[in-house]
């Protein structure tokens, strides 16, 4: 017994020993830990630019990370059976989880230990004699070593018991995985049961779609209703001649078939009813708005920020749409009017300026906002159109002048090919193309007949009025030739002077302030300001152009001012009390049309054969173009025309084609906030400060 305490105490000597000498070793461990710092090493990448300064080397750049992913799905739909519709689904979660592991260590500082912790050791009898000291042995020698000493874990501690007595711990409910039943049920065991299938066969499958296949295909459909139509109503004919070649007839049968025709008649006269006409039109639209969505939005809310900060004040035009037709292909646009009552609706007159090649007809397609890719409806003429105007106060009346001097009226609410009016008299309509075309629009006139005046290349200007069932006309004016070395008023025009002939009138546009009061452009390049009360003479000559004048503007705002443009290349604005331009601007290629802006006085757009748009605003620079472009590639522009409403104007073309432009904030600045709000004193106070710069013979060189 004492061999053996002698050999625990010896053991437990060597144990204490050892443990004071590895104690220093730890503190210094422990304190070289502590000192460590963190040593900065700077690498130099491989493609880093050499001779870079020091302030160049430290300037932070910062880079914004996201945690958005991009795998994520987005727009996602499902379809819901009880409303009949896709309904979209919240935006998807943004989280991608790499790495997921349940935690199994608790903090030790809480009172709650975890569920697979050692549970701490139960009282026993002979727990007490363990941890009592030992009694000193006999003789007086001191108490003998244990053999062995177990160290508890540090994890768990094993705390003393109070008393002998003491109970079995009770363990404490874990939040985390804790879960109270209300009642006991049966769990079924999970069973795992494989099934093989085989895959669905797959077919690889590809096909084109285009709107003419599509027609095609429906076409077929139509056709073969059509024949299985004949077929059902060939056996019903020969099913009533079986019946009626016997002794009885079947009342029963021959209801029957008759309910059948019923039921096929109704759903003929569903497919062709206006209601279902005008669903379909809605739905055509709908579709090409959002086909075409990104150019609406930019026709209703695109700015440029950019204008603002040109210190010239010039702008730019936003192409749009371009309108064109399968029927005008490589056709001439001879003219564009805007409808005075839809302002998104406007009509295209087709024809040509090659006088070799009239033999192909006429074409008048209507076109809308709304659906920019089709005509709303067309109409076809046996002669090229030359040009047309929709009636100011009736806007379902349009007016069409043909190549072969004749013409008609259309209403465009019958959407048929026959005019309601045509002058087919060969002694009654003019002999040569008839070039423009403009409706009376007087408020005097309420109770008097619907009258429209036209000018041609024979030479004269005449009224067309409509009467009960023909077109009825009367002379108003003939263009006689006139001297072009009349330079003033005083100058008298007498018989040596006045050539004998007439003038092919090109052109001509009635005074909005005066409805008497009109101005003609010719083929000579004269321009003359005339009268409807007083038709035997001119009352002002201007020796305007020196080639053909190609149209004459009145000023919407001035009743003192008109423009003219001229295949010489220049437009030149006028004023009618003086034979002088006051501006002329050469614009270096034969110009088409002329069109003056409806929101300022002193804005108007031209057009010329080499493919450019110009825009003039005077009150910003009298010299140049605020803004210019070119429409089209080898090809010629031949009309003009601005929206009453919308900051657009539309450019025809030689090929069949019809592109709309938005104007830029620079190339619509206007002096109220819309065009209804301005006032026309204003504008006119602007035109006449120019006209006043203008008249200066030194102002402009």
Same mark, same amino acid.
């Given at each position: 017994?004492?061999?053996?305490?002698?050999?625990?105490?010896?053991? @437990?000597?060597?144990?204490?020993?050892?443990?004071?000498?590895?104690? *220093?070793?730890?503190?210094?461990?422990?304190?070289?830990?502590?000192?460590?710092?963190?040593?900065?090493?700077?690498?130099?990448?491989?493609?880093?630019? @050499?001779?870079?300064?020091?302030?160049?080397?430290?300037?932070?750049?910062?880079?914004?990370?996201?945690? =958005? #992913?991009?795998?994520?799905?987005?727009?996602?739909?499902?379809?819901? !059976?009880?409303?009949?519709?896709?309904?979209?689904?919240? *935006?998807?979660?943004?989280?991608?989880?790499?790495?997921?592991?349940?935690?199994?260590?608790?903090?030790?500082?809480?009172?709650?230990?975890?569920?697979?912790?050692?549970?701490?050791?139960?009282?026993?009898?002979?727990?007490?004699?363990?941890?009592?000291?030992?009694?000193?042995?006999?003789?007086?020698?001191?108490?003998?070593?244990?053999?062995?000493?177990?160290?508890?874990?540090?994890?768990?501690?094993?705390? &003393?018991?109070? $008393? &002998?007595?003491?109970?079995?711990?009770?363990?404490?409910?874990?939040?985390?995985?804790?879960?109270?039943?209300? $009642?006991?049920?049966?769990?079924?065991?999970?069973?795992?049961?494989?099934?093989?299938?085989?895959?669905? &066969?797959?077919?690889? !499958?590809?096909?084109?779609?285009?709107?003419?296949?599509?027609?095609?295909?429906?076409?077929?459909?139509?056709?073969?209703?059509?024949?299985?139509?004949?077929?059902?109503?060939?056996?019903?004919?020969?099913?009533?001649?079986?019946?009626?070649?016997?002794?009885?007839?079947?009342?029963?049968?021959?209801?029957?078939?008759?309910?059948?025709?019923?039921?096929?008649?109704?759903?003929?006269?569903?497919?062709?009813?206006?209601?279902?006409?005008?669903?379909?039109?809605?739905?055509?639209?709908?579709?090409?708005?959002?086909?075409?969505?990104?150019?609406?939005?930019?026709?209703?809310?695109?700015?440029?920020?950019?204008?603002?900060?040109?210190?010239?004040? /010039?702008?730019?035009?936003?192409?749009?749409? +371009?309108?064109?037709?399968?029927?005008?292909? +490589?056709?001439?646009?001879?003219?564009?009017?805007? =409808?005075?009552?839809?302002?998104?609706?406007?009509?295209?007159?087709?024809?040509?300026?090659? !006088?070799?090649?009239?033999?192909?007809?006429?074409?008048?397609?209507?076109?809308?906002?709304?659906?920019?890719?089709?005509?709303?409806?067309?109409?076809?003429?046996?002669?090229?159109?030359?040009?047309?105007? !929709?009636?100011?106060?009736?806007?379902?009346?349009?007016?069409?002048?043909?190549?072969?001097?004749?013409?008609?009226?259309?209403?465009?609410?019958?959407?048929?090919?026959? &005019?309601?009016?045509? $002058?087919?008299?060969?002694?009654?309509?003019?002999?040569?193309?008839?070039?423009?075309?403009?409706?009376?629009?007087?408020?005097?006139?309420?109770?008097?007949?619907?009258?429209?005046?036209?000018?041609?290349?024979?030479?004269?200007?005449?009224?067309?009025?409509?009467?009960? #069932?023909?077109?009825? =006309?009367?002379?108003?004016?003939?263009?006689?030739?006139?001297?072009?070395?009349?330079?003033?008023?005083?100058?008298?025009?007498?018989?040596?002077?006045?050539?004998?002939?007439?003038?092919?009138?090109?052109?001509?546009?009635?005074?909005?302030?005066?409805?008497?009061?009109?101005?003609?452009?010719?083929?000579?390049?004269?321009?003359?300001?005339?009268?409807?009360?007083?038709?035997?003479?001119?009352?002002?000559?201007?020796?305007?152009?020196?080639?053909?004048?190609?149209?004459?503007?009145?000023?919407?705002?001035?009743?003192?001012?008109?423009?003219?443009?001229?295949?010489?290349?220049?437009?030149?604005?006028? %004023?009618?009390?003086?034979?002088?331009?006051?501006?002329?601007?050469?614009?270096?290629? /034969?110009?088409?049309?002329?069109?003056?802006?409806?929101?300022?006085?002193?804005?108007?757009?031209?057009?010329?054969?080499?493919?450019?748009?110009?825009?003039?605003?005077?009150?910003?620079?009298?010299?140049?173009?605020?803004?210019?472009?070119?429409?089209?590639?080898?090809?010629?522009?031949?009309?003009?025309?601005? #929206?009453?409403?919308?900051?657009?104007?539309?450019?025809?073309?030689?090929?069949?084609?019809?592109?709309?432009?938005?104007?830029?904030? =620079?190339?619509?600045?206007?002096?109220?906030?819309?065009?209804? %709000?301005?006032?026309?004193?204003?504008?006119?106070?602007?035109?006449?400060?120019?006209?006043?710069?203008?008249?200066?013979?030194?102002?402009?060189?």
């Amino acid at each position: 017994m004492v061999n053996v305490q002698a050999a625990a105490k010896k053991k @437990k000597e060597k144990a204490e020993k050892k443990k004071e000498d590895d104690a *220093p070793a730890e503190e210094d461990a422990l304190s070289e830990v502590e000192d460590l710092e963190p040593i900065e090493v700077h690498m130099v990448p491989d493609d880093q630019i @050499k001779g870079l300064t020091e302030e160049q080397l430290s300037e932070e750049f910062t880079k914004a990370l996201n945690a =958005n #992913n991009p795998q994520a799905p987005m727009n996602q739909v499902l379809f819901d !059976f009880a409303l009949g519709q896709f309904v979209p689904m919240p *935006p998807s979660d943004q989280i991608a989880v790499h790495f997921s592991m349940q935690e199994t260590i608790i903090p030790t500082q809480t009172s709650e230990p975890a569920p697979d912790a050692p549970k701490p050791a139960e009282a026993s009898p002979a727990a007490p004699a363990a941890s009592e000291p030992e009694r000193p042995a006999p003789g007086g020698s001191a108490p003998a070593e244990p053999a062995a000493i177990v160290d508890a874990p540090v994890e768990a501690p094993v705390q &003393p018991p109070d $008393s &002998p007595n003491t109970q079995k711990a009770k363990a404490l409910k874990n939040q985390f995985n804790f879960s109270e039943r209300a $009642s006991q049920t049966f769990n079924n065991p999970a069973r795992d049961r494989m099934v093989a299938t085989e895959p669905p &066969p797959t077919v690889n !499958f590809s096909g084109l779609c285009s709107q003419f296949i599509l027609f095609d295909a429906y076409l077929a459909i139509f056709r073969e209703g059509k024949e299985l139509k004949a077929q059902k109503d060939q056996q019903q004919a020969s099913t009533r001649k079986q019946h009626s070649e016997e002794d009885g007839e079947d009342p029963a049968s021959d209801m029957i078939i008759a309910d059948a025709d019923d039921r096929d008649e109704k759903a003929h006269k569903i497919m062709s009813s206006d209601a279902m006409k005008r669903a379909m039109k809605v739905m055509e639209r709908i579709v090409n708005l959002n086909a075409e969505e990104d150019i609406f939005h930019d026709f209703k809310y695109f700015e440029d920020d950019n204008d603002k900060s040109r210190e010239d004040g /010039a702008g730019f035009f936003l192409p749009l749409w +371009r309108f064109a037709s399968p029927k005008a292909k +490589r056709r001439t646009v001879t003219s564009i009017k805007w =409808n005075p009552h839809y302002p998104d609706m406007f009509a295209v007159a087709f024809g040509s300026y090659d !006088f070799m090649q009239q033999s192909g007809g006429g074409l008048i397609c209507c076109y809308s906002l709304k659906n920019t890719s089709h005509p709303e409806f067309s109409f076809t003429t046996t002669s090229g159109i030359m040009c047309l105007a !929709f009636h100011p106060q009736h806007p379902a009346l349009l007016a069409v002048g043909l190549y072969d001097g004749s013409v008609c009226v259309y209403d465009v609410r019958l959407k048929n090919n026959m &005019p309601i009016y045509q $002058s087919l008299d060969p002694k009654v309509k003019h002999t040569d193309p008839v070039w423009e075309v403009h409706w009376q629009s007087s408020a005097d006139d309420i109770g008097k007949e619907i009258n429209f005046f036209s000018v041609s290349a024979d030479g004269r200007v005449t009224d067309w009025i409509m009467s009960k #069932n023909e077109l009825v =006309n009367e002379e108003i004016m003939e263009l006689k030739l006139v001297s072009r070395k009349v330079t003033n008023d005083q100058t008298e025009i007498d018989d040596e002077r006045t050539m004998v002939g007439l003038a092919g009138g090109t052109c001509f546009d009635f005074n909005p302030f005066s409805e008497h009061l009109f101005v003609v452009g010719t083929d000579e390049g004269s321009i003359h300001t005339c009268s409807k009360a007083y038709n035997s003479q001119y009352l002002t000559n201007f020796a305007g152009h020196h080639m053909a004048v190609y149209a004459v503007k009145w000023n919407p705002f001035h009743r003192g001012v008109f423009l003219s443009c001229s295949a010489d290349w220049t437009v030149r604005l006028w %004023e009618s009390t003086t034979r002088e331009p006051l501006l002329s601007f050469d614009l270096g290629s /034969a110009v088409g049309d002329i069109a003056w802006a409806p929101y300022s006085s002193t804005a108007f757009a031209a057009v010329t054969a080499d493919g450019k748009v110009f825009l003039f605003d005077l009150n910003v620079n009298k010299y140049e173009a605020v803004g210019q472009q070119r429409v089209i590639k080898k090809g010629k522009l031949t009309h003009v025309v601005f #929206n009453s409403i919308d900051p657009i104007l539309l450019c025809g073309d030689d090929r069949g084609g019809v592109m709309s432009l938005k104007l830029s904030p =620079n190339l619509r600045r206007m002096s109220a906030k819309t065009i209804k %709000e301005i006032k026309k004193d204003v504008e006119i106070a602007k035109l006449d400060a120019i006209m006043a710069i203008a008249a200066k013979k030194d102002a402009f060189p």
